[in-house]
């Protein structure tokens, strides 16, 4: 669970004491006093002295100045501390961090042991309050940003701790299309990203407005009708064919009743025929209008659906005494 900034602010007032000027100017001898000139050391020292009784004073902006100024002639624990404390009352969180870091780099030699473990405790507090996020990227030549601040050329890594809510990540290379990702980091959680680029055509995906054997099987039931058709058709020869051959074998005399059933199952089955024609071919010039409606059509998708698998998982529920299974389908 995070623990809320005025939580940490609360710690620093009651418990935070800043480095003293003695801590602050520990002999030369020590690894963050090399390659210092001494007058050097006594115009970073009054600075931070005057850094001091501005943080006391709670002048918090003016005491932030003075000790970056400071920094800026001697890189010594002691300020970087006293700076974290000048900055948690500023809401700097990440500022924060990173001179925390820089105030532990030595142990307890530049500091003292009650001031190294408030820097440990607030370091901890402080990164509760930042999301940790960890980026990839394997695309050699492509410039990885986030929020418009570029991190790193791939191939490469970055890992770091950032404010807490929406940010933009983006992978851009020459003559591929960028790949911009959007995310909200919870604080205290660590968020892994690997960015990844994709062509027009690793982003392009192919629909159709119905099921491709929709089209055909109309254009099929079209041309089984005609087909009927076609039977009903020969059919009607036949029976015209037998009632010709009734009237030749009289003599052309008045056709009886059974021989005038021929020529009328004959004309039954012709206009049958016809109906058919009418309708399977109205059925196949249909299934071909459909066709080509229901060609593909290209569209483009997003990264993050690039990024999802396609198809089906399964995951156990278990509720109480109840259980089962979720599907989830991707396509």
């Not at 010594?76 to 974290?84: G, K, S, T």
């Not at 960015?195 to 995906?205: C, F, G, H, S, V």
């Amino acid at each position: 669970m995070a623990v809320p900034l005025a939580a940490v602010l609360a710690l620093v007032m009651l418990g935070a004491r800043p480095a003293s000027a003695q801590q602050a100017s520990s002999g030369d001898e020590r690894p963050w006093a090399r390659g210092v000139p001494p007058d050097q050391q006594k115009k970073a020292l009054e600075l931070f002295r005057a850094g001091n009784t501005l943080l006391k004073e709670s002048v918090f902006v003016k005491a932030a100045e003075k000790y970056r100024e400071a920094l800026a002639l001697w890189d010594h624990p002691a300020i970087h501390y006293n700076l974290a404390l000048a900055l948690l009352n500023l809401d700097q969180p990440l500022e924060v961090h990173e001179h925390l870091v820089a105030a532990l780099k030595y142990g307890v030699a530049p500091l003292d042991t009650e001031k190294m473990e408030h820097a440990r405790t607030y370091k901890a507090l402080v990164e509760k309050q930042l999301a940790q996020v960890e980026i990839t990227c394997e695309e050699t030549g492509a410039t990885v940003s986030l929020d418009g601040k570029v991190l790193f050329t791939a191939p490469g890594r970055y890992e770091g701790l950032v404010r807490p809510g929406a940010h933009t990540f983006v992978a851009a290379k020459e003559g591929q299309a960028p790949t911009n990702l959007s995310r909200t980091l919870p604080a205290g959680e660590k968020t892994t990203l690997a960015l990844k680029l994709y062509t027009a055509e690793d982003l392009t995906r192919y629909q159709r407005r119905w099921a491709a054997w929709r089209p055909w099987a109309v254009v099929g039931a079209g041309a089984a009708v005609a087909l009927a058709g076609g039977a009903l058709h020969m059919q009607a020869k036949g029976s015209y064919e037998d009632f010709d051959t009734r009237i030749a074998e009289c003599g052309g005399c008045v056709p009886t009743p059974d021989v005038t059933d021929m020529r009328t199952r004959g004309d039954s089955q012709q206009q049958l025929a016809f109906g058919a024609y009418a309708v399977g071919g109205a059925a196949v010039v249909t299934g071909a209008i459909l066709l080509y409606i229901n060609r593909p059509q290209a569209y483009r998708i997003s990264v993050d659906e690039a990024d999802s698998p396609q198809g089906v998982s399964i995951t156990p529920v278990v509720s109480g005494r109840e259980g089962g299974l979720l599907a989830t389908f991707r396509f």
